[in-house]
């Protein structure tokens, strides 16, 4: 088996650099975290939330799974979202896609790809819903980034069903919803514009 002693060393190199930026640095991060934003973003390694929006350490409380999807069985996800809300009351909740999302283009496929196929169906619904648009669009990559950004402007639909959000929202709670898109191909985060504020009942 090969050695994966290169990510302890990379590691230690790590510490080295940190320490020498800031000497204080792992002390404060002992100190707890009082980060602003929730990022729910896709398990692509290609995406980078913290480093391409230049926050820190502590800075972004984060959320990840294939797709960016907002389910209301994912327990994982609902975990999430509660503690983000109601214990770090955070102020911003970012639903970030990525155009070329493989999560999406396989849910325009008709490939078995098992328990996944569970996983993505609401996007599936979601192609359904869009067809008219989609069948006007004239290749894969344009049909893909268009239900990129429909999927991410749902989920934000989906976070606004939450009984955790809609609680503060009621409660007068300062707590914003954002629907953003990164493109890897520039490196840009493309904003949505389809920002949700707190709702006062
Ligand atoms: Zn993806």
Known sequence: ?????????????????????????FHRMEEGQHPEFLWIACSDSRVLPNELAGLGAGQMFVHRNIANL???????????MQYAVDVLKVKHVVVCGHYGCGGVQASMGNTDLGIIDIWI???????????????ELKTEV?????????????QIKNLKELPVIKRAWH??????LHA???????GRLVDLKQTEQEQPE
């Open 70 to 80: 907002v389910q209301y069985n994912d327990i994982n996800l609902l975990s999430v």
């Open 180 to 186: 953003w898109v990164f493109d890897m191909a520039t």
């Open 1 to 25: 088996m090969k050695t994966l002693a290169y990510i302890f060393k990379n590691n230690e190199e790590w510490i080295r650099k940190q320490l020498a930026y800031d000497p204080d640095y």
């Open 171 to 176: 409660n007068k709670q300062e707590l914003y």
């Open 142 to 154: 344009e049909r893909v980034n268009f239900l990129v950004e429909k999927n991410v402007l749902q």
């Open 121 to 135: 169906r609401q996007i599936r619904d979601l192609a359904e819903q869009f067809k008219e648009e989609l069948a």
